[in-house]
């Protein structure tokens, strides 16, 4: 097929002096899916905004069709074919869906936009490509799966021959997921280009027919999928060789450490979060919670940490009833918690890497003697902390929020862990985080296991769970709608129709 759209040398340096993309040169076929891989930060995002016409290269050139083009803002990539579909979402809610797809290109009747025919063009399109929707609901009432397939058609009703997708599956399940996928492979059947960016590789093999990686604004390697494997891929992206798959020792269940009967939590507003849950969970185990996000895993997490009072039902930590709602009794009972938004509850972005690896401690020994803190040990904390987890970081004293993501989630690992919690809830432990700093805390957990520690794992990154965990319970709707004592052969495609209420367990 022949290239339609070519990089020559592309840089982009902000006016912050970042180098975000240095001499990229990539080209893109007809009818091909072309993935775009690379760890946070890698550059993908703004390459994209660069063919899209919403940042302006500081160097290098866009060819499409073999002609030099330059864009000044979306409106002109989209006048020459380029559609582009974003992270977030920029669609007008109280519009219809089919509202939506024809905005600024309407059909009219009489000056008035003429809404069978709208609705019939874009069910049309939508039926063409195989993306279901709704052309009449409102896009307020939609669920972001539809939203997205929303933006999709927009794009295509203005003509666009190449799509590109930044990170779209990030916010689809795994049914969305294979139908987002079987849209892209119609779309290249039909001679248009997808630019699919993403950091899950196995999405990547699965649905891409070239892979190009960046890596620190920089191109690796663009290559044929049909010559990579997951391993390679990780490598490329990371500049070192990567253990994708966690060595797990044997499992050596111990007593019973947490004790959950009956767990029911409601919301101020009334609705019931957790309905009446009950489940045992042993030391030296993960057990994983899988679930849509929204159906109780967050209230499970915070009730347990005590940051959230329940309303019924009985909690024991080692044989002891759990303070309710009060997260200091829980942490002095060997409760720690990874809180799955890190930046709201688990860290204070202001404050140095050593304060924030004793917020829970300050108030004791050895970081606090007659009445004042000793910095010493808080520092010397710290260092050694910084060193076991590989933080990177200029000191002790560099403020967290100065720090990665996946750098900033070490550190909030390296406080609970050090803590020696009888139960560690990891609530979303790697969300954001790059592919390296996933294999650091994936070892960690494990590590945490092998010496007893009682691990409750919720995560919306299925395959994380699936891998880690010794059992796996599904939340759906507050209630626990399954139950596998063997997550290493359960497949995601049936998780997925637990997790959708569409099947449960008796
Ligand atoms: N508008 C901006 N101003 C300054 N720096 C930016 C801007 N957008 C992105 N960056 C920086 O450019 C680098 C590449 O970012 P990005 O293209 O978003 O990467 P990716 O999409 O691969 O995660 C990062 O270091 C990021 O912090
Ligand atoms: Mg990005």
Do not use: W
């Amino acid at each position: 097929m022949p290239t339609r759209l070519q990089t020559r040398d592309i840089s982009k340096v902000y006016p912050n002096g970042v180098r975000a993309n240095d001499r990229i040169s990539i080209a893109v076929a007809a009818g091909q899916v072309h993935a775009i891989v690379g760890e946070n930060g890698a550059g993908k995002s703004t390459l994209m905004k660069i063919l899209y016409g919403m940042e302006r290269p500081t160097e290098g050139e866009i060819l499409l069709d073999g002609e030099r083009v330059q864009f000044h803002s979306p409106q002109d990539a989209i006048r020459r074919g380029i559609g582009m579909v974003h992270q977030n979402f920029m669609l007008v809610p109280s519009f219809t869906v089919a509202q939506n797809v024809v905005l600024n290109a309407e059909p009219t009747r009489l000056g008035a936009l003429d809404v069978p025919t709208a609705n019939a063009r874009v069910q049309a399109l939508a039926a063409r490509y195989g993306l279901p929707i709704a052309p009449e609901l409102r896009v307020a009432e939609i669920p972001v799966g539809m939203k997205q397939r929303v933006e999709i058609l927009k794009a295509l009703y203005r003509g666009a021959e190449i799509l590109i997708l930044d990170e779209p599956t990030a916010v689809l399940t795994p049914s969305e997921t294979r139908e987002l996928f079987g849209a892209m492979r119609e779309l290249a059947a039909s001679g248009k280009s997808v630019l699919f960016i993403s950091h899950k590789l196995r999405e990547v093999l699965a649905v891409s027919d070239q892979v190009t990686v960046l890596r620190d604004g920089r191109l690796i390697d663009s290559l044929p999928t049909s010559q990579c494997t997951e391993r390679h891929l990780a490598t490329l992206m990371v500049g070192r060789e990567v253990f994708m798959n966690v060595q797990k020792p044997p499992l050596q269940r111990g007593a019973p450490i947490l004790k959950v009967d009956e767990l029911t939590v409601r919301l101020p507003n009334g609705k019931v979060a957790l309905d009446r849950i009950s489940f045992r969970l042993h030391s030296g185990e993960i057990l994983g919670v899988a679930g849509v996000e929204g159906n109780g895993q967050t209230e499970l997490a915070e009730s347990l940490a005590g940051l959230r009072a329940f309303e019924s039902g009985k909690v024991t930590l080692c044989d002891r009833p759990l303070p309710n709602g009060d997260p200091r009794a829980a942490r002095e009972a060997g409760v720690a918690h990874i809180p799955e938004d890190r930046l709201k509850n688990g860290s204070a972005l202001e404050l140095s890497i050593a304060e924030n690896l004793i917020v829970d401690r300050y108030y004791k020994p050895p970081f606090s003697a007659h009445g004042s803190l000793n910095l010493r040990a808080i520092r010397q904390n710290a260092q050694r902390l910084i060193e076991r987890f590989n933080i990177v970081a200029r000191s002790p004293e560099t403020p967290l929020g100065a720090l990665s993501g996946g750098n900033m989630q070490k550190v909030v690992l390296a406080r609970e862990l050090s803590a020696a919690p009888r139960l560690l809830i990891a609530a979303q432990p790697t969300r954001g985080v790059d592919i390296g700093a996933i294999e650091f805390i994936h070892a960690q957990l494990i590590a945490a296991r092998a010496h007893g520690v009682a691990i409750l794992l919720i995560s919306a990154d299925l395959s994380e769970v699936l891998r880690l965990s010794d059992r796996l319970i599904v939340l759906y709707n507050g209630q626990i709608v399954a139950h596998f004592e063997e997550p290493s052969a359960v497949s995601e495609e049936e998780l997925g129709l637990y997790m959708l209420g569409s099947k449960r367990m008796a």
